[in-house]
């Protein structure tokens, strides 16, 4: 994994509470890192998830068996802004021995935050990791970007292969959780349901995920695409998506 063998450090995933994370960092030193384990980092298989779980969840619970004792804390967001899975995650790993310190974010600490990366110009890659980045940083760090009339949508959360964000065109909009977050409001099922109407989208999620259901929904009453994914992206939804997108484009 990378450049993390001798470092401890703070284990997250999903989107906690501000004040939890502000605890943590008092309570554990504000100079450990945090360290994102819903995300790909070539952890080996714990083989402590069945294969059918979500691709995320098994990133976390092998993420956070690879890097073991360097995680002096996981804080685990079991609340209505991540999933039942996230919540039996947090359970499964306190047994397995870490410290887990749990956090729900309730709808009062909705932040409603202006939305700068989901509307703007620029790849979509870059864009929906910069959101995942203001999870731990404060708002104030966002970069200056431009923003653009969408020609596109991509609703989801963050996929496990980012891969499959390449294809889309950098004036696709962010929708989803993925909007959720930026907007500081994880769980506002209001806001992750909305798209722009007109919009091509293309409603993404994990296999195995609760959200299938949302984005079947979604891309059944918008028109969209839906397309799910277990783990890396192949070529036949690469092949999918491309089309959609190249068939969509409006008309100039
Ligand atoms: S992709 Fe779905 S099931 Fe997996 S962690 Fe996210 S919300 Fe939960």
């Given at each position: 994994?990378?450049?993390?063998?001798?470092?401890?450090?703070?284990?997250?995933?999903?989107?906690?509470?501000?004040?939890?994370?502000?605890?943590?960092?008092?309570?554990?030193?504000?100079?450990?890192?945090?360290?994102?384990?819903?995300?790909?980092?070539?952890?080996?298989?714990?083989?402590?998830?069945?294969?059918?779980?979500?691709?995320?969840?098994?990133?976390?619970?092998?993420?956070?068996?690879?890097?073991?004792?360097?995680?002096t804390a996981i804080?685990?967001?079991?609340?209505?802004?991540?999933?039942?899975?996230?919540?039996?995650?947090?359970?499964?790993?306190?047994?397995?021995?870490?410290?887990?310190?749990?956090?729900?974010?309730?709808?009062?600490?909705?932040?409603?935050r202006p939305l700068?990366?989901?509307?703007?110009?620029?790849?979509?890659?870059?864009?929906?990791?910069?959101?995942?980045?203001?999870?731990?940083?404060?708002?104030?760090?966002?970069?200056?970007?431009?923003?653009?009339?969408?020609?596109?949508?991509?609703?989801?959360?963050?996929?496990?292969?980012?891969?499959?964000?390449?294809?889309?065109?950098?004036?696709?909009?962010?929708?989803?959780?993925?909007?959720?977050?930026?907007?500081?409001?994880?769980?506002?099922?209001?806001?992750?349901?909305?798209?722009?109407?007109?919009?091509?989208?293309?409603?993404?999620?994990?296999?195995?995920?609760?959200?299938?259901?949302?984005?079947h929904h979604l891309?059944?009453?918008?028109?969209?695409?839906?397309?799910?994914?277990?783990?890396?992206?192949?070529?036949?939804?690469?092949?999918?998506?491309?089309?959609?997108?190249?068939?969509?484009?409006?008309?100039?």
């Open positions: 994994m990378e450049n993390l063998k001798s470092k401890k450090l703070i284990g997250y995933y999903g989107f906690p509470e501000r004040s939890v994370l502000r605890s943590v960092r008092e309570r554990f030193g504000s100079d450990l890192e945090f360290i994102d384990l819903d995300v790909a980092r070539g952890a080996p298989d714990s083989m402590v998830i069945q294969s059918t779980t979500c691709r995320i969840i098994a990133n976390i619970v092998d993420n956070a068996m690879e890097l073991s004792k360097r995680l804080v685990a967001d079991v609340g209505e802004g991540k999933c039942d899975r996230g919540r039996y995650a947090a359970f499964l790993l306190r047994k397995t021995g870490f410290n887990v310190i749990e956090s729900r974010f309730p709808p009062e600490q909705f932040e409603k700068v990366y989901s509307t703007a110009e620029g790849s979509l890659a870059e864009r929906v990791d910069r959101i995942m980045q203001t999870v731990i940083q404060s708002p104030s760090s966002v970069n200056q970007t431009r923003a653009c009339e969408p020609t596109h949508g991509f609703w989801g959360v963050p996929p496990h292969d980012f891969r499959i964000l390449d294809i889309f065109p950098p004036t696709t909009h962010i929708y989803g959780w993925t909007r959720c977050v930026e907007a500081g409001s994880p769980g506002d099922l209001e806001m992750e349901c909305y798209v722009d109407e007109n919009v091509p989208t293309v409603f993404f999620t994990q296999s195995f995920c609760a959200k299938q259901d949302l984005a891309a059944e009453k918008y028109d969209g695409l839906f397309v799910d994914c277990h783990r890396d992206v192949n070529n036949s939804i690469l092949s999918k998506v491309e089309a959609f997108i190249k068939l969509s484009y409006p008309s100039r």
